[in-house]
């Protein structure tokens, strides 16, 4: 069972780092940076959102009744 809970734990925090990333890079884009900066962002929110989902199927693949 600690090893359940473990998994769980670094799965969570896979999702809690990817969120974080996202906001992050929502936030910089907001500023006025630039052409080229903008598009640089917007790849890195596209791959930001893609490892929150990544992240979330992870965690309810572990275990779907305690992911929710």
Request: glycine share 2%; with cysteine; net charge positive.
């Given at each position: 069972?600690?090893?359940?809970?473990?998994?769980?734990?670094?799965?969570?925090?896979?999702?809690?780092?990817?969120?974080?990333?996202?906001?992050?890079?929502?936030?910089?884009?907001?500023?006025?940076?630039?052409?080229?900066?903008?598009?640089?962002?917007?790849?890195?929110?596209?791959?930001?959102?893609?490892r929150v989902v990544e992240a979330r199927q992870r965690l309810t693949k572990i275990d779907p009744?305690?992911?929710?």
């Amino acid at each position: 069972m600690d090893l359940m809970n473990l998994e769980l734990a670094r799965a969570r925090q896979r999702v809690g780092r990817a969120k974080l990333d996202l906001e992050r890079a929502e936030n910089l884009l907001d500023e006025e940076c630039g052409v080229a900066v903008n598009l640089a962002l917007c790849c890195r929110i596209r791959s930001a959102q893609r490892r929150v989902v990544e992240a979330r199927q992870r965690l309810t693949k572990i275990d779907p009744i305690k992911a929710n």
